[in-house]
């Protein structure tokens, strides 16, 4: 099994397909890095040799934010826009859509289930 990136990558599984598993490398660019290697990109994983396997990491490491470095840097923008104040923060803030969707029947993922009326006694019978 390969580590790369602090992620193992799954044995069985064709290369251009295995460095998704990185945060920050999806499919376009998995196959941009294998160019550059020159590494075909249906050789499965547990084939590569240990040369291919450091030509990797070297790229990897060299030419591409991934995994923590993305994620930090990722959340100093989103802190930023908090700490101005402007519209992307405001939402960020309080947990609702940013780029427009309506918030009156969707939205659900973002804004939570919302119990209805929770706590609420009930009439006492006469």
Same mark, same amino acid.
């Given at each position: 099994?390969?580590?790369?990136?602090?992620?193992?990558?799954?044995? %069985?599984?064709?290369? /251009?397909?295995g460095?998704t598993?990185?945060?920050g490398?999806?499919?376009?660019?998995s196959? /941009?890095?294998?160019?550059k290697? #020159?590494? %075909?990109? #249906?050789?499965?994983?547990?084939?590569? $040799?240990d040369?291919?396997?450091?030509?990797?990491?070297?790229?990897? $490491? /060299?030419?591409?934010?991934?995994e923590?470095?993305l994620?930090?840097?990722?959340?100093? $923008?989103i802190?930023?826009l908090? /700490?101005? %104040?402007?519209?992307?923060?405001?939402? #960020?803030?309080?947990?609702?859509?940013?780029? +427009?969707?309506? !918030?009156? !029947? %969707?939205?659900?993922?973002?804004?939570?289930?919302?119990?209805?009326m929770? +706590?609420k006694?009930?009439?006492?019978?006469k």
């Amino acid at each position: 099994m390969a580590r790369i990136a602090g992620v193992d990558l799954p044995k %069985n599984k064709r290369i /251009e397909i295995g460095l998704t598993y990185i945060y920050g490398i999806g499919l376009s660019r998995s196959q /941009e890095i294998l160019k550059k290697i #020159h590494v %075909n990109t #249906h050789t499965i994983i547990k084939d590569l $040799n240990d040369q291919q396997i450091i030509a990797l990491r070297n790229i990897l $490491n /060299e030419e591409y934010d991934i995994e923590g470095d993305l994620r930090r840097r990722e959340s100093m $923008n989103i802190k930023r826009l908090m /700490e101005i %104040n402007c519209y992307k923060g405001k939402r #960020h803030r309080i947990g609702l859509p940013l780029r +427009g969707q309506r !918030t009156r !029947t %969707n939205a659900r993922t973002r804004r939570g289930i919302k119990k209805t009326m929770a +706590g609420k006694k009930k009439a006492p019978k006469k």
